[in-house]
């Protein structure tokens, strides 16, 4: 089946540092959707991005949507302890009218420098 | 303001036994899916419904596993005859009534089904 392919798997980051994580993927989506997960809880939604070529900013975090469809990036800037956590970044294949029926990459653990 | 609220947090079974997760979805909302996440792992679609049908069961096994959503009640996520590689955290998601992209989306906290 289609897959997001998510890097990195995982980081370790210091307070005030910037942040890049992306998601690729062979197919062709029509939306792309960023979610972080807290322990023991569901995923929230961050960003979404509906367009080729999007850039949307929510407060710290930026996303965009690829030119190709196929790919996407988040950044985080000047990073604080409660960044921590999973992101997940997830397609869309549905346009306008969704089925629900999201893709999800693998996601990336973001933790704090020991 | 409840959200998408998921019963019980934790469940644990022994193989052979019935799982049943139950899912209300936030108020006013009547599109209801289920994901599964397994360890280490991103969420997988399982299967969309609406009051009283199923709309996309495309990721749901085509065995032991059955959903519904009642007209009444909550949503129903049934797992026959549990083995061990179902243990998996089970979400449920709702959305509004009425088309939407995946931003629509509201996940509950999920269900830890444990199977020993």
């Known amino acids: 089946g289609q897959q997001l392919n998510q890097s990195p798997q995982s980081m370790f980051i210091q307070e005030g540092e910037d942040v890049s994580m992306n998601c690729t993927s062979s197919?062709?989506?029509?939306?792309w959707l960023w979610y972080k997960q807290d322990p023991g809880e569901g995923p929230v939604l961050l960003i979404a991005?509906?367009?080729?070529?999007e850039l949307t900013s929510n407060g710290r975090l930026t996303a965009q949507f690829g030119i190709t469809r196929k790919d996407s990036f988040l950044n985080i800037s000047a990073s604080i302890p409660s960044d921590v956590g999973i992101y997940f970044c997830?397609?869309?294949?549905?346009?306008?009218?969704?089925?629900?029926?999201?893709?999800f990459g693998k996601g990336t653990k973001l933790s704090v420098k020991p | 303001n409840a959200g998408v609220m998921q019963n019980p947090r934790h469940l644990v079974r022994r193989r052979g036994q019935e799982a049943r997760l139950r899912c209300s979805p936030m108020?006013?909302?009547?599109?209801v899916y289920w994901y599964r996440q397994l360890p280490e792992e991103g969420l997988k679609f399982m299967v969309y419904?609406?009051?009283?049908?199923?709309?996309?069961e495309s990721g749901m096994p085509k065995e032991r596993f059955s959903a519904e959503f009642p007209k009444e009640g909550p949503s129903i996520l049934r797992i026959q005859q549990v083995v061990r590689g179902d243990s998996a955290a089970y979400f449920c998601?709702?959305?509004?009534?009425?088309?939407?992209?995946?931003?629509?989306?509201?996940f509950g906290s999920g269900t830890q089904l444990s199977v020993l």
């Open positions: 998601a709702s959305s509004p009534t009425g088309t939407g992209s995946g931003e629509k989306l509201f």
């Open positions: 197919s062709i989506f029509n939306t």
């Open positions: 991005l509906y367009k080729a070529g």
């Open positions: 997830a397609g869309d294949r549905n346009y306008g009218g969704s089925q629900g029926n999201l893709i």
């Open positions: 108020k006013g909302h009547s599109h």
């Open positions: 419904l609406q009051k009283e049908n199923i709309i996309d």
